[in-house]
């Protein structure tokens, strides 16, 4: 959802979160964090956690860097071809 609802249709947002993630794994940022549209995002070296502002009942979404970098990826190339 947070893909859907907070980056939306936006290639450029996309790859300015995979530049973030990458400051963060490199150590050059030790924390990015952000509220959007219904979520609120917080990434580290640890991991990217994002939870639902607005949703009752919707578990916090827990994943790597890495994995967060391959969705936003991936949504990069999905909204490329609407």
Known sequence: WYLEQDIQANPAFCEELV??????LSG????WGGVGNA????????GVRIENLFSDGV?????????FKIALRSWKEFVALR
């Open 59 to 67: 578990s916090i979404c827990d994943l790597t860097v890495d994995d």
């Open 19 to 24: 530049v973030i993630c990458d400051s963060i």
């Open 39 to 46: 979520h609120d995002i917080t990434i580290t070296a640890g």
């Open 28 to 31: 050059s940022k030790l924390e």
